[in-house]
């Protein structure tokens, strides 16, 4: 058996986690210190700051606060998977796969496993959105995109990683209070 010790404490395989193995304070941490675009960004950005960033441009289009919670939690498999460049991503045989599976999880666990394929289709539109705008921004020489127009302005500034965790936590926590009782999170694991 391959596990891993989560930041919580707790040893999992991803490739076998649990809906219950998921955990919000894992998900945030991690994600706080993992940096986008494979680190080659002029300063460190995270994959929460990233989402915190999605989450906003959400908000700002009108959308409803399951949207919201779904561009904010859209890379959480990252938190047991890791990021992984897109063009790597794409040569890489079963990664979607196994990314699908373990978001499976990932939704089940927030009360999202019944996001619609429009609603899927939307959350990929802003993350699509962002990441054009965040390495416009970020990266040097990167000027093969046209930027997608926002209604949100993205916080690309330094930040530490500390006050991006507390601010992911913190709005996801806000989000998932109010959801609708058929769509909450099973158990109330942080």
């Given at each position: 058996m391959y596990t891993m010790r989560t930041f919580g404490g707790e040893d999992i395989d991803p490739l076998q986690m649990a809906e219950s193995d998921v955990s919000l304070r894992d998900v945030a941490h991690a994600l706080s210190l993992l940096c986008r675009g494979g680190g080659h960004l002029k300063a460190f950005y995270s994959v929460a700051q990233h989402s915190i960033n999605?989450?906003?441009?959400?908000?700002?289009?009108?959308?409803s606060e399951r949207m919201q919670l779904a561009c904010l939690l859209h890379d959480a498999s990252e938190a047991y998977l890791s990021d992984v460049i897109r063009p790597l991503k794409a040569r890489l045989a079963n990664y979607s796969e196994l990314e699908t599976l373990v978001m499976a999880k990932i939704w089940r666990r927030f009360g999202l496993s019944d996001l619609s394929q429009e609603e899927n289709s939307r959350w990929k539109q802003v993350d699509d959105a962002l990441l054009r705008h965040e390495f416009q921004a970020l990266m040097n020489g990167e000027r093969l995109w046209q930027p997608i127009a926002l209604s949100s302005v993205p916080d690309t500034a330094q930040r530490r990683w500390q006050d991006v965790e507390a601010e992911f936590l913190l709005l996801a926590t806000q989000l998932l209070a109010r959801q609708p009782l058929s769509s909450a999170p099973t158990s109330p694991k942080p």
């Open positions: 999605c989450m906003k441009e959400a908000r700002a289009r009108g959308w």
